[in-house]
């Protein structure tokens, strides 16, 4: 109902097209579901500084072991600065910057929870089988974050603006009750048949 088409259009559509990158639909490497780290990731810029306080808030609420935090030379200096004291002081906070796509498949495959923004990296972070939690700072990531809580592929944490601890003890409690994903398979065979399609009517069109 979004998409206006002709007759003769197929829409191939949703999660079991989604388009990654080639690391992110191979065979997931079950690791991480064995301990309690912790894949975060908010953003390019993250001017709101919601990495530090997300990161501050669940230190100080239960035993997790690790925190991979995804950052970016963009976050603002006072932030950075604070990770990296984080980092410095604890061998459970670990910094990440400017990794490719191999190495972020690694780090989420050793991980069990994503604490991610509505965007790319939440599918991403869904393909690797993690129990995702999601929120929000942009209008632009509404339509993904509706979408992940209606089918219960994801746990929502709101406007990541308002977060604060009282929500995010709430949310870990329904960590055991969401969807997780197991096998990327499908996805890549359902991409790889679109793309023989699509190649197929490119030659009988190039041949007429």
């Known amino acids: 109902s979004k998409y206006k088409t002709e007759p003769y259009t197929k829409l191939y559509i949703g999660l079991d097209y989604a388009i990654l990158r080639k690391p992110f639909l191979e065979p997931i490497n079950a690791s991480g579901i064995k301990n309690d780290n ?19 808030f669940l230190m100080g609420m239960r035993e997790f072991n690790t925190f991979h935090i995804m950052c970016s030379s963009s976050f603002p200096e006072d932030m950075m600065n604070e990770l990296l004291s ?3 002081g604890s061998q459970k906070v670990k910094i990440y910057q400017n990794l490719g796509a191999p190495e972020i498949v690694n780090i989420m495959d050793s991980c069990k929870y994503a604490f991610v923004s509505a965007s790319t990296v939440l599918i991403e972070a869904y393909s690797r089988g993690l129990i995702c939690f999601t929120g929000y700072y942009t209008n632009n990531q509404l339509f993904i974050y509706n979408g992940f809580i209606k089918e219960n592929k994801a746990i929502g944490l709101g406007d990541l603006k308002c977060l604060n601890s009282v929500s995010i003890k709430q949310v870990l409690t329904q960590a055991t ?3 997780t994903y197991t096998d990327v398979h499908d996805s890549k065979k359902n991409l790889e048949h679109i793309f023989k399609l699509v190649a197929i009517k490119s030659n009988q069109l190039t041949a007429s």
């Open 38 to 56: 912790i894949f975060i990731s908010l953003g390019g810029s993250d001017y709101f500084k919601i990495t530090i306080k997300l990161v501050n």
């Open 86 to 88: 984080l980092s410095k």
């Open 177 to 179: 009750n969401v969807q």
